[in-house]
């Protein structure tokens, strides 16, 4: 027997164009690597998309190579992930298994008596594996699903078994994501072959006493900067099973050449930094190279304005660079001196701040601008009154900002 792991895969995260096509042909190249290695099915443990409601040309991608996978005879079992729901709790998943495409291996149902969940089992035809799951929710609100999840039954089932999930466990979590709030892993049942996890971008495998092996494969393409930076790509498991002994291998799926550079403006004016950032890429071979440039540390004079990206950015794509992106989030400017404001007086650091980026936008006057701003915040400072359903107090915050800014 032969299967992969896959998970969060985030389609349509990226706002830019081309770093969407890297993450849909990521996609579509583990999915080709799956069949050429002639997979028996496919592991999706959730956030196969960023949204409940993917774009039109997304779904059209996944459905074809789905329906292609289908026709290859390789089943696809998964999971919804944190990201796949919509506030009215519907997900994709459900459009995409009532074609077909895919199986939702999170099925059960909740005894009235007990009100413990029970799931149940998908057996795939080809090998017998048993496979379940439970479904991911942001800010761990699937937390009250494991508490009741009834395990006797999951534990006593014989054979070939793996459980899908997408949350933190505790046990699982690297070190730089330590404090991320998380729950137990003996919240899982115990006695499965195999735990295919996702949520965690960050590839993880670890052999536990009593469960057997816990998994998370990371992201299938990084979602943002920082995960760029940290792996410059992603992938996933390819699991193969013979002889009751079972081999794990991470597959990397690395989709671009990746540059990354980290420069510590400290005691460094603007011009010395731009000049830096020339100088560490000029005689660099950046053809079709994705390029991440973080700047960090304090100034010596200037603004972070004054740093001439515009020359920078020239200069990397004139040497053929797929895409440049940079972070100067921790980069400080001295100009910008800390505000001693009491913390007493929150109106005034709001007036403050609203004041600060006026202008910004030319549709009314700084005053209409000032007071349209202050009576946004007011209507949107608000929380769910006890008893009101999501539905009623979201209608009660778009009446609000409709009357403020007018709008019948």
């Known amino acids: 027997m032969k299967y992969a792991h896959l998970a969060d895969l985030h389609l349509g995260s990226w706002r830019d164009e081309k770093m969407r096509e890297l993450s849909t042909q ?22 196969l998309f960023n949204t409940s409601l993917p774009s039109l040309d997304t779904l059209k991608i996944v459905t074809k190579t789905l ?18 729901f919509s506030p009215s709790g519907k997900t994709m998943l459900d459009v995409l298994e009532n074609a077909g495409l895919l199986v939702n291996v999170c099925k059960g149902y909740v005894n009235p008596e007990t009100h413990q969940l029970h799931l149940k089992f998908t057996s795939d035809q080809k090998t017998e594996a048993k496979i379940t799951g439970m479904l991911g929710k942001k800010g761990l609100l699937d937390k ?25 466990l505790s046990e699982l979590k690297p070190k730089h994501l330590e404090k991320l709030e998380s729950q137990p892993l003996s919240f899982l049942p115990k006695k499965f072959n195999y ?5 965690i971008h960050h590839p993880t495998l670890v052999e536990q006493e009593g469960y057997g092996t816990l998994t998370y494969p990371g992201a299938l393409f990084p979602n943002n900067f920082a995960e760029l930076e940290q792996y410059g790509k992603g992938g996933y498991y390819l699991i193969t099973v013979e002889n009751n002994s079972q081999k794990i291998d991470w597959v990397p799926l690395e989709m671009i050449k990746h540059h990354k550079l980290v420069l510590n403006c400290t005691h460094k004016t603007p011009d010395t930094i731009t000049t830096a950032i020339i100088d560490h890429f000029h005689y660099l ?48 400017a001295e100009e910008f001196e800390e505000i001693k404001i ?26 209409t601008e ?10 949107l400072n608000t929380t769910k009154l006890e008893g009101e ?9 778009e009446e609000g900002v409709n009357k403020v800014i007018g709008v019948n």
Do not use: W
């Open 67 to 84: 329906k292609e996978l289908q026709e290859k005879n390789i089943p696809l079992y998964a999971i919804a992930g944190s990201h796949d």
């Open 370 to 379: 000032f007071n349209l701003t202050k009576s946004l915040l007011s209507v």
């Open 342 to 367: 009491s913390s007493a007086d929150s109106e005034l650091v709001e007036e403050q701040l609203i004041r600060e980026h006026l202008g910004q936008v030319k549709l009314f006057d700084l005053d």
């Open 285 to 332: 071979d950046l053809i079709d190279t994705l390029v991440t440039i973080r700047l960090n540390g304090a100034l010596e004079s200037g603004r972070t304005a004054d740093i001439d990206f515009k020359r920078i950015f020239e200069q990397l794509y004139a040497q053929k660079a797929y895409f440049v992106m940079k972070n100067t989030s921790g980069l400080e």
């Open 195 to 199: 735990y295919a996890g996702g949520h």
């Open 389 to 397: 359903t999501v539905a009623d107090f979201q209608k009660r915050v």
């Open 144 to 168: 009250v699903y494991y508490q009741n999840l009834h395990l006797d039954d999951l534990e006593r089932e014989e054979g070939y078994k793996i459980f899908l999930f997408h949350t933190t």
């Open 26 to 47: 990521a996609f579509l190249k583990a999915i080709e690597q799956c069949v050429s290695q002639q997979v028996d099915f496919i592991l999706f443990s959730g956030d």
